[in-house]
């Protein structure tokens, strides 16, 4: 059932991330310059893959970010990686994508590993199911109808770009709360390609991005078919 698919889909993504957070954990918590911002970067709020979310505050001013950190292990994880970067700054200035304030990167000194570092607005609300969470699972119809109706700008934002933008991992865990505000984020799953699968072989290979990239139970339901 759907409690399965969850627990599954945490088993795995943990599995994938075990061999960054090693290596995430060689990170120093002193402060960073990062685009020329003093950072220190303080407690984890999340991971995934290989990236993890901390709190973190700007030294001298207090002001409060989150920050994501992407281990570059090479090759197409330091690709995405860059990817993630260029289509984030594209997409700054929209209302509900969420803000980027600088970034950078980190090599790690005793694992030699570089870190992309993207210092972000701190969305306090937590992210959509959170809220479901807080709220009972009863929320009213007309706030209902106010975060759907952001969620469907965010998204738009992405599809009017030129080329389109498809997240292809759109979930209630992507969307944060900034006061009243629904942010966009997660923008590592991107992509620009448009095109008809014909062979086989194009199904086949398309269907493994598929699964890396889209989470599971919140995929369309002609993609988990066979």
């Given at each position: 059932g759907?409690?399965?698919?969850?627990?599954?889909a945490?088993?795995?993504?943990?599995?994938a991330?075990a061999?960054?957070?090693?290596?995430?954990?060689?990170?120093?918590?002193?402060?960073?310059?990062i685009?020329?911002?003093?950072?220190?970067?303080?407690?984890?709020?999340?991971?995934?893959?290989?990236?993890?979310?901390?709190f973190?505050?700007?030294a001298?001013?207090?002001?409060?970010?989150a920050?994501?950190r992407?281990?570059m292990?090479?090759?197409?994880?330091?690709k995405?990686a860059?990817?993630?970067?260029?289509?984030?700054?594209?997409?700054q200035g929209?209302?509900?994508?969420?803000?980027?304030?600088?970034?950078?990167?980190?090599?790690?000194?005793?694992?030699?590993?570089t870190?992309?570092?993207?210092?972000?607005?701190?969305?306090?609300?937590?992210?959509?199911?959170?809220?479901?969470?807080?709220?009972?699972?009863?929320?009213?119809?007309?706030?209902?109808?106010?975060?759907?109706?952001?969620?469907c700008?965010?998204?738009?934002?992405l599809?009017?770009?030129?080329?389109?933008?498809?997240?292809?991992?759109?979930?209630i865990?992507?969307?944060?709360?900034?006061?009243?505000?629904?942010?966009?984020c997660?923008?590592?799953?991107?992509?620009?390609?448009a095109?008809?699968?014909?062979?086989?072989?194009?199904?086949?290979d398309?269907e493994?991005?598929?699964?890396k990239?889209?989470?599971?139970?919140?995929?369309?339901?002609?993609?988990?078919?066979?």
């Amino acid at each position: 059932g759907g409690a399965e698919l969850i627990d599954n889909a945490y088993k795995m993504s943990q599995k994938a991330a075990a061999g960054a957070a090693a290596v995430a954990k060689a990170a120093s918590y002193t402060t960073h310059d990062i685009g020329g911002m003093q950072i220190q970067i303080g407690a984890q709020l999340a991971e995934g893959g290989y990236s993890f979310v901390h709190f973190a505050e700007e030294a001298g001013t207090g002001r409060q970010f989150a920050l994501k950190r992407i281990v570059m292990m090479g090759g197409e994880a330091n690709k995405n990686a860059k990817w993630e970067l260029d289509v984030l700054r594209k997409l700054q200035g929209h209302k509900n994508i969420m803000k980027l304030f600088a970034h950078g990167t980190m090599r790690l000194k005793r694992d030699g590993c570089t870190e992309m570092l993207f210092v972000c607005e701190l969305c306090d609300g937590g992210h959509l199911y959170d809220f479901y969470q807080k709220m009972g699972g009863k929320i009213p119809e007309e706030k209902l109808i106010d975060l759907f109706s952001q969620c469907c700008e965010g998204v738009g934002y992405l599809h009017s770009q030129q080329p389109a933008l498809a997240h292809r991992d759109i979930k209630i865990e992507n969307f944060l709360l900034q006061g009243d505000t629904v942010k966009l984020c997660d923008f590592g799953s991107c992509t620009a390609g448009a095109k008809v699968y014909e062979s086989r072989k194009d199904i086949l290979d398309e269907e493994e991005i598929i699964q890396k990239y889209s989470t599971m139970m919140y995929r369309a339901p002609e993609l988990p078919e066979p």
